[in-house]
């Protein structure tokens, strides 16, 4: 069983920044793609930002340069740390491992 841990939404200001965290546990013997996703209301589930453990990483053309994703392998855990936010970004965000396992979700609110 996989358990994943999201931690960091809320509400922020346009312009402002919050950091997303996502700690995995459970029976993962290799975490091969750790990512966010995110969903708006009325709009289908998008990639945000992923990690691979080559040290690959991809991005939403809409976030680059705002968003940046990390990952600390020794305590599988994954990081969004979103900058320069915009009402755009308004959304569940969604951590993802392997292409597999699910996060319950985390608000994030953008508005003045």
């Known amino acids: 069983q996989v358990q994943l841990v999201e931690s960091g939404g809320g509400l922020v200001q346009p312009g402002g920044s919050l950091k997303l965290s996502c700690a995995a546990s459970g029976d993962i013997l290799r975490f091969v793609s750790m990512g966010w996703y995110r969903q708006a209301p009325g709009k289908q589930r998008e990639l945000v930002a992923i990690?691979?453990?080559?040290?690959?990483?991809n991005y939403a053309d809409s976030v680059k340069g705002r968003f940046t994703i990390s990952r600390d392998n020794g305590k599988n855990t994954v990081t969004l740390q979103m900058d320069g936010l915009k009402p755009e970004d308004t959304a569940v965000y969604y951590c993802?491992?392997?292409?597999?396992?699910w996060g319950q979700g985390t608000q994030v609110t953008v508005s003045s």
């Open positions: 990690s691979f453990s080559n040290g690959n990483t």
């Open positions: 993802h491992i392997n292409g597999l396992y």
